[in-house]
């Protein structure tokens, strides 16, 4: 296929980082830059090539830091700028590229723009955020807070309560309604401008590009998303022109929308279509924000929006459906493949770990799939040893039943697992002590164990074409397991992925003029050829398998 992408796109395995949780460098407590260039040797053995860091900018972390004070300085818990330059120098060195969060649809109150936007009278940034004309005005079925400036009026929120949306104006505004501006409005216009310039401030330091935080969010009443989309293919023009080189992420769980407004990668989301859910999410284990609407800003597919089946698709019981997965996503994949790519996270800072009712080897077999799907990975961090969700913690900073997939990176089995030699009432949340609770020195140490495979799959990822985010892709079975091939001008993958736990048998028809498999990782899987057709099986299932078609 023929995406215009960075070249460096087509083969990005992507870790993300959520920074307060990943290594203390300084014993404050609180994970930090400094901790992640002491983890670059980490990640680069883990065989990653791309991070997305979360907001790592000054913020009062009401929302984890997506309640930005300041979009071109680095949050003092975190360090400075001129660490995140050095983590960008670093990572360069071993050809690994560092994605930045944007978020351009609000700020925080602390934001200085806010704060002048707030005050009665008017000045340059009195239209930057979305206030109604009057204290007593009518919201227009928006969120909105009042009471809370002394400028007359009632300001527009994309999240919390302190995340006041900036203005890009309205696509439809009412007439009866004059504060709703049309998205060319000059303040509007305006805004766009400082976007831009703060992903110019970062590409320039040296980041590689951006994961949009609720990208359809920018416009409001824009029910096709029209101008929004407009907005986003403005930004990509900017790139395309002065850095070509940098991404654009959506986090807009909507491809067919995402891609053709100008970004490289959409992911797949509990909160968009019912895709990943039907994958990874088992009873009662749903998604915390599934039926959650989250304002209206995500995309639904229209149809089919309840997921029917209790069990998803990678549960040991083999009671998921793969059909109704490929049925989203190949609709998606094929109407985007020109395009762009759609992401398939291992999991993130808002959703529940993947870990949940599965074993190191179910897990192992999520990774498989993931890291052989076309589009760019993502990796969660911690995901790479089944960190699990702890529960029952109070909520910090606004992640609420969120906080139970943010807690501390488990290096080792010393003091606060490795990492951070605070006292553990200092930590920024406990660290997992359950019994059984993985660390990486231990599974490092462990061939077999769920590490060492998803090091193994991001190395055959990386080395072979047939991987890459656009070779091409064909289902040959929605069942136990699944099948399919990828490949490329030289070569050609069958790949099988079979998480039920049972001894299971099948037989499909091979593709025209091969006559010979070579397994390129070890399974358990017997593959057996005779004539035109396959022969596969597997005595105790959750099992995967990759083999070069010859
Ligand atoms: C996105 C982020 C989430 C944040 C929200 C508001 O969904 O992933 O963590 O709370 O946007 O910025
Ligand atoms: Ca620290």
């Avoid at 215009?4 to 930090?32: Q, T």
């Avoid at 791309?50 to 009062?60: E, T, V």
């Avoid at 203005?167 to 805004?191: E, M, T």
Wanted: glycine share 8%; charged share 25%.
């Amino acid at each position: 296929m023929s995406v215009k992408c960075p070249k460096w796109l087509e083969n990005a395995v992507f870790y993300e980082i959520y920074p307060s949780s990943f290594f203390d460098s300084n014993g404050d407590g609180i994970g930090d830059i400094q901790g992640i260039i002491a983890k670059l040797d980490y990640l680069e053995q883990l065989g990653v090539n791309a991070l997305w860091l979360n907001p790592c900018f000054a913020s009062p972390f009401a929302d984890g830091g997506y309640d930005i004070a300041d979009y071109c300085q680095v949050a003092t818990r975190y360090g400075t700028n001129d660490d995140l330059a050095e983590l960008f120098r670093s990572a360069e060195k071993r050809g690994m590229k560092i994605c930045l969060d944007l978020v351009a649809g609000h700020t925080s109150i602390a934001h200085k723009w806010f704060k002048e936007s707030a005050k009665a009278e008017r000045n340059a940034y009195s239209d930057y955020y979305i206030w109604t004309d009057s204290w007593l005005s009518p919201s227009c079925g928006m969120s909105m807070i009042n009471g809370a400036a002394e400028r007359d009026g009632s300001f527009a929120i994309n999240f919390f309560s302190t995340q006041p949306a900036l203005n890009y104006g309205f696509a439809n505004p009412d007439p009866k309604c004059k504060w709703q501006l049309p998205v060319d409005h000059p303040a509007c216009r305006k805004v766009r401008e400082e976007m831009k310039n703060i992903m110019r401030f970062w590409l320039n330091l040296g980041a590689a590009g951006f994961r949009c935080d609720m990208a359809p969010s920018l416009v409001k009443k824009d029910p096709d998303r029209k101008e929004t989309m407009a907005i986003w293919r403005e930004f990509r023009a900017m790139l395309d022109e002065e850095y070509p080189e940098a991404v654009l992420i959506a986090e807009w769980a909507y491809a067919p929308q995402s891609l053709k407004a100008g970004f490289h990668c959409d992911f797949l989301l509990h909160c968009g279509t019912p895709a990943y859910t039907t994958l990874f999410r088992n009873e009662p284990e749903r998604d915390l924000w599934d039926g959650l609407d989250k304002s209206g800003f995500y995309e639904k597919d229209g149809n089919d929006y309840t997921v029917s089946n209790k069990h998803s698709y990678f549960d040991p019981a083999g009671l998921g459906d793969a059909e109704f997965f490929f049925k989203t996503y190949l609709d998606h994949y094929e109407r985007t493949k020109n395009d762009g790519f759609i992401s398939i996270p291992t999991g993130n800072h808002d959703m529940t770990r993947i870990s949940d009712l599965r074993d190191e080897r179910d897990l192992a077999c999520v990774f498989a799939f993931i890291l052989t799907m076309p589009g760019v990975p993502f990796i969660y961090y911690g995901d790479e040893i089944g960190m699990r969700n702890v529960k029952g913690l109070v909520s910090r900073e606004g992640g609420y039943s969120r906080t139970q997939s943010r807690t501390p990176m488990q290096w080792n089995s010393g003091k606060n697992a490795g990492f951070s030699t605070a006292g553990a009432e200092e930590l920024y949340l406990p660290v997992d002590t359950a019994c059984g609770a993985p660390d990486v020195a231990e599974q490092q140490s462990r061939p077999d164990s769920l590490w060492n495979t998803v090091r193994q799959l991001t190395g055959i990822r990386r080395r072979h074409d047939a991987l890459n985010a656009g070779s091409d892709f064909k289902l040959l079975l929605a069942d136990y397991p699944m099948i399919y091939t990828r490949s490329s001008e030289n070569e050609k993958l069958l790949i099988v992925i079979q998480p039920a736990r049972r001894a299971w048998q099948t037989e499909i028809v091979l593709p025209k003029g091969i006559t010979k498999l070579a397994p390129v990782i070890s399974t358990d899987i017997s593959a057996e050829v005779a004539g035109n057709k396959l022969k596969l099986s597997g005595t105790a299932g959750t099992q995967s398998g990759i083999w070069q078609m010859i």
